[in-house]
């Protein structure tokens, strides 16, 4: 199973707020990644808050990950002060790896996320070899 981490957050501009999500092979072999990981914001209780992220459309491709080696995803949403998006804080960040049933959990630490309203998207890239932009 990999290990998970959210690394420090890039603000691009115009109130776009993004988080590489990075995974790492904390096996002693190898193994693949292919696709989207599912993710979901939980509160204090273990509730989801929000709908899922919608996955961008880039075409995925297989990431090959020796031991130690990682992959990252990209977690982005417009800043819910400027855009208006109902709000909650959430607890952790679950996420599932591409193919996998037992999700990963890590402490959320960044604080308001958009949960509802007309701008309340959140994405998920797909999956590259790395640990993030």
Known sequence: MP??????????????????????NTADRTCTLYGHPGAAFLDASGKQLGPDPE???????????T??????????????????????????????P????DPLEVKWTA?????GGDESSVSVTALEAGTGP
Do not use: K, Y
């Open 3 to 24: 290990h998970l981490r959210t690394a420090r957050r890039g603000d691009p501009g115009a109130g776009q707020r993004n988080f590489p999500v990075v995974l790492t």
């Open 67 to 96: 031991p130690g080696e990682s992959a990252w995803a990209g977690l982005s949403f417009s800043s819910p002060q400027i855009s208006g998006a109902r709000t909650a804080t959430p607890a952790a960040l679950l996420v599932t």
């Open 55 to 65: 996955r961008t459309p880039a075409s995925p491709r297989t990431v090959t990950l």
């Open 111 to 115: 604080g308001e996320v958009p949960v």
């Open 98 to 101: 591409p193919d996998e049933h």
